[in-house]
């Protein structure tokens, strides 16, 4: 079966500070992957998706990128972190075509820039 | 793009009794799903419903794709079922996009 691993669950780093969250997904080929943020509030917004490796889709101009370096495997980063960048962070994946399973999130990173 | 209302935006029940969550959108859709958001944050798929009615178990879930909503059921609540229920959908023309709708907070008091 198809699991979804996110890491780490908690983070808490200083404003200015570089940012690497880390998402693989076992027991599927050529998923489509994503990162969502969830601010304060209830509110989810798509960050970026990627339907390949080394494709990235941007839906937000903003201070973090993306990178999919291995078919399962999804990376968010920033070089500088501001405090506007705390909330949660969530990754999904899809299968790229037959949509009869919809989207499967991971557990979540709660980050809280200070 | 598409638009995803929910209502009611809170809702509180007694335990054991019965409520329906609404999510309307603006637009056809390829994918709809309803998540419960547990107390540490993830997302529990509940339903994947671009159109028909499924059950399980408590729960269950109807979407007129025709008439653009879906309804979610939860019968005999339980404390456990306290949480933000999600209605999110993926356009027919916005693939790889599911867009939230902004949740209904569901209190069930013992």
């Known amino acids: 079966s198809q699991t979804i691993h996110q890491w780490p669950a908690t983070l808490v780093q200083p404003v200015g500070s570089p940012l690497s969250l880390e998402c693989t997904v076992e027991g599927t080929s050529n998923p489509n992957l994503y990162w969502y943020r969830q601010a304060a509030g209830r509110g989810l917004q798509l960050l970026f998706y990627?339907?390949?490796?080394?494709?990235i889709s941007s839906e937000v101009p903003q201070n973090l990128s993306a990178s999919r370096p291995q078919d399962r495997q999804f990376i968010l980063s920033s070089k500088k972190l501001l405090l506007s960048d705390s909330g949660f962070y969530l990754c999904?994946?899809?299968?790229?075509?037959?949509?009869?399973?919809?989207?499967?999130f991971g557990s979540g990173t709660r980050l809280t820039v200070v | 793009g598409i638009q995803v209302e929910q209502s009611p935006p809170d809702l509180i029940l007694q335990e054991g009794a019965n409520s329906t969550l609404r999510c309307n959108f603006s637009d056809s859709v390829n994918n709809l799903q309803w998540f419960h958001q547990n107390p540490w944050g993830q997302l529990i798929n509940l339903f994947y419903i671009p159109s028909g009615t499924k059950q399980n178990g408590r729960l269950s879930a109807t979407t007129v794709a025709t008439e653009r909503y879906s309804l979610l059921y939860i019968s005999s609540s339980q404390t456990t079922d306290s949480g933000v229920y999600f209605c999110a959908v993926e356009g027919g023309g916005s693939n790889y996009k599911l867009t939230f709708g902004k949740g209904t907070l569901l209190t069930v008091n013992p």
């Open positions: 999904a994946w899809s299968v790229p075509t037959g949509r009869n399973y919809g989207y499967t």
């Open positions: 990627s339907v390949g490796i080394g494709q």
